[in-house]
């Protein structure tokens, strides 16, 4: 195999490797934005005169809303939400993608909060007349959109999500119904106001197919208001809120990734290790006219071999990358290359497929020593090469796989015309490279046989085989005259086998 080729073979096992590694590095990288937005958005608030019990409801609406849309990240979802900071009335605090509207109220305790977001239109016009407006009812329900007072007794924020504090869930649930029991018979036109209001309650933003935010308390709101106020929230904050990658990421999160990454990485090798194949056939289709069958078989064989190397490399690496880059596996880690998270899961997972052949005869221990410095040196080629052409070439993945590939081809030359030099030195000095290489000794049969020694071969069977009787005229052969010399003959040392110098 020449070095090209071997260059071409490393590529083609780590190419789907680095995209899924690169794959896994961009979805731990886009979960630390969100979580960087959130930060960023509470911190938005800095010295603002604002008192904290009133800004813990701005805080909340950022809060629920970022939180979810990590979650969503981390889920790989398409769900989004955001604040939209509207002052029109009964406007939702939070809108989305998915067609859900949310409003939040983070009174002192849950009744408030449930009695706010049960609140009726003619209850609002009240609270404007209190507040010095001069408006008549007609002309209040007017400038709000509302045709006639038929909807006195609606509630406000009627098709929304009422959104509360955590911890005041259950007592504002157990408040509705109390209204509901009182009212059903005092007052039944508020009935239906307070049915809609428990129906819609709930303590975080849900989009109905597993994605949702993270609950918040009235505590933890005022407590982040405080903070808010002096910029002072940082990851660390985060962290004992539970919102950080490493918490965020759960490991069903991350086994999906990981198979997503995996079949990407069995889609490149694939198509990698197929094409010489169909290469070759296309070549022989060209000279001969035909097709040959077993072209097709290796065809086969190179796709099925391809893919199935490719998705478990491909799976391995990835989730390696996203427990290191999240921080599953200490800080230490998060800085990690992906690209180098590849090279080990190929160098490991080729050097675990060379053990077992090392175990089942199939390979020495010298054999598999030689295959991980081959491929070690190649590696370390290929990731010098991607890293100095991705320099280059800005686009994301693209300018690393080239230089990758011309790094892995100048490796397998570099490994060659190192290997021919070391085994020639070997050669000339009988030095081992501790252990890499046997030193043979033995001098060759035919050698022995010359300095007359018996040299013992095993038994073999011959069977007796038919030899018909011919006749052979008498020939005269005349008598040749040989003087006694001395013969010299001069042993050679050089290369007998795979990292094995003897005398040839």
């Known amino acids: 195999m020449t070095a090209f080729e071997e260059g071409f073979a490393f590529y083609a096992k780590q190419a789907g490797v680095q995209i899924a590694g690169f794959e896994s590095g961009a979805y731990v990288g886009r979960v630390d934005e969100e979580i960087a937005k959130l930060i960023h958005d509470l911190n938005a608030f800095e010295r603002f005169k604002t008192d904290p019990d009133m800004l813990k409801g701005d805080i909340a609406e950022f809060w629920h809303s970022d939180t979810f849309n990590i979650n969503a990240v981390a889920r790989d979802s398409v769900s989004r939400t955001v604040v939209d900071r509207s002052h029109d009335f009964a406007s939702p605090d939070i809108s989305s993608n998915f067609g859900e509207i949310f409003g939040l109220k983070y009174y002192k305790d849950g009744a408030a909060s449930a009695q706010q977001q049960a609140k009726s239109v003619f209850e609002r016009f009240h609270e404007y007349r209190l507040a010095g407006g001069k408006d008549t009812l007609n002309a209040f329900l007017e400038k709000r959109g509302f045709a006639d007072d038929s909807v006195l007794h609606d509630p406000i924020y009627a098709g929304q999500v009422r959104v509360i504090p955590k911890e005041q869930l259950e007592t504002a649930c157990e408040w509705l119904k109390r209204k509901i029991a009182t009212e059903s018979t005092i007052r039944p036109e508020q009935v239906e106001r307070y049915k809609d209001t428990l129906s819609m309650l709930s303590d975080r933003l849900r989009d109905g197919q597993g994605t949702e935010s993270i609950p918040l308390t009235e505590a933890d709101a005022k407590a982040l208001a405080v903070l808010a106020k002096t910029g002072d929230i940082d990851a660390e904050e985060f962290q004992l809120l539970g919102i950080s990658a490493d918490e965020v990421i759960r490991f069903e999160y991350l086994a999906r990734q990981a198979f997503k990454s995996g079949l990407s990485a069995a889609t490149i090798s694939i198509v990698l ?18 097709l040959d069958e077993k072209q097709f078989q290796r065809i086969g064989f190179a796709a099925i071999k391809g893919g199935s190397e490719g998705f478990v490399r491909g799976t391995v690496s990835a989730a390696i990358t996203v427990a290191c880059k999240s921080g599953m596996l200490g800080s230490a880690l998060e800085g990690i290359s992906p690209s180098l998270v590849g090279m080990a899961t190929v160098l490991a997972m080729d050097t675990m497929k060379n053990a077992f052949r090392v175990a089942t005869g199939e390979m020495t221990r010298s054999e598999l020593a030689q295959k991980l410095v081959n491929e070690l040196i190649i590696s370390s080629a290929a990731l010098a090469g991607g890293t100095i052409v ?99 003959r001069i042993l050679r040392r050089g290369v007998i086998g795979v990292s094995e110098v003897g005398y040839i």
């Open 390 to 488: 991705q320099a280059f070439i800005q686009i994301p993945v693209v300018g690393f796989m080239i230089g990758s590939f011309v790094g892995s081809a100048i490796g397998s030359f570099a490994y060659n015309c190192g290997y021919s030099a070391v085994m020639s030195f070997c050669v000339d000095t009988g030095f081992t490279m501790f252990g890499l290489v046997k030193q043979d000794y033995t001098l060759p049969e035919d050698v022995l046989e010359d300095i007359g020694i018996e040299v013992f071969k095993y038994e073999k069977f011959l069977p007796v085989q038919f030899q018909q009787q011919c006749f052979s005229a008498i020939t005269f052969e005349r008598q040749k005259f040989e003087a006694n010399t001395l013969g010299i």
């Open 273 to 290: 290790n197929v094409a010489p194949e169909i290469y070759k056939a296309i070549s022989y289709l060209i000279q001969n006219g035909e």
